[in-house]
């Protein structure tokens, strides 16, 4: 029986597809704890600006290609890009595109997809060029963060790294990631940092986002307490 991991799961994928001029990325989500094929440049953005990091979202799946949403009389059926649960608890369907889209004018697909979203009681969310623009100069460092956390998702020893970060963050309140990292020489500067990126992806810290993040300059702020 073949091995199913991760790695076996996206060279079949790639394997099985088309030529295609798309990427095809691997990636570890800590937010659900999973391994995600992405499928385009356009699926990678859209998770690390607005799954990962999205402290209104509180949970997150991509649709197998055989899980399609129909209207609740039967008939018409689609599959969204992405399916998330919001801090609300109201269920959001996300669509993501290449390009710009013109939502005046906007496709059959779209237009049906907006319709029987609705009708299953959940939330539309179009994303396109104009959504991700803005904020393209978070995308390469948001994907150094998410380096830390692949680097140490199998390490037992980040769970005690964490909680004592999370200790630290309350007592503080704001720092830098040279703080931190100065205040604990003894522990590994990568599950240090690892730790603080778990809690911003958590909801518990603000990160500093630049160009160069993370460095030792790097800002944080407490947003709230586990």
């Known amino acids: 029986m073949p091995n199913k991991t991760p790695e076996n799961a996206f060279l079949a994928r790639l394997r099985s597809r088309r030529s295609t001029r798309s990427y095809l990325w691997l990636v570890y989500s800590h937010k659900i704890r999973s391994d995600l094929i992405l499928e385009s440049n356009q699926e990678l953005a859209h998770w690390l600006l607005n799954l990962e990091f999205d402290a209104h979202v509180v949970d997150f799946w991509i649709p197998a290609a055989s899980e399609l949403y129909g209207e609740q009389r039967g008939g018409r059926r689609t599959r969204p890009d992405v399916v998330v649960r919001n801090a609300d608890g109201v269920q959001e369907w996300h669509e993501v595109k290449a390009g710009h889209v013109d939502e005046v004018n906007s496709s059959e697909q ?43 998702r199998n390490q037992p020893i980040v769970d005690h790294v964490q909680m004592t970060t999370l200790d630290y963050v309350n007592q503080v309140k704001a720092g830098t990631l040279g703080g931190l ?21 958590e909801g ?23």
């Not at 990292?181 to 940092?193: R, S």
């Not at 518990?204 to 160009?211: D, K, T």
């Open 181 to 201: 990292l100065q205040t604990y020489p003894e522990l590994a500067p990568t599950h240090l940092i690892s730790a603080m990126v778990r809690l911003m992806i």
């Open 110 to 152: 779209i237009m049906m997809q907006r319709e029987i979203c609705a009708n299953n009681g959940a939330i539309y969310r179009l994303f396109d060029e104009s959504t991700r623009i803005p904020r393209q100069y978070e995308l390469v460092p948001r994907l150094r963060l998410m380096h830390f956390i692949a680097v140490a």
């Open 204 to 226: 518990v810290v603000a990160l500093e986002i630049e160009g160069t993040t993370p460095t030792r300059q790097t800002a944080w702020s407490l947003k709230g307490a586990l």
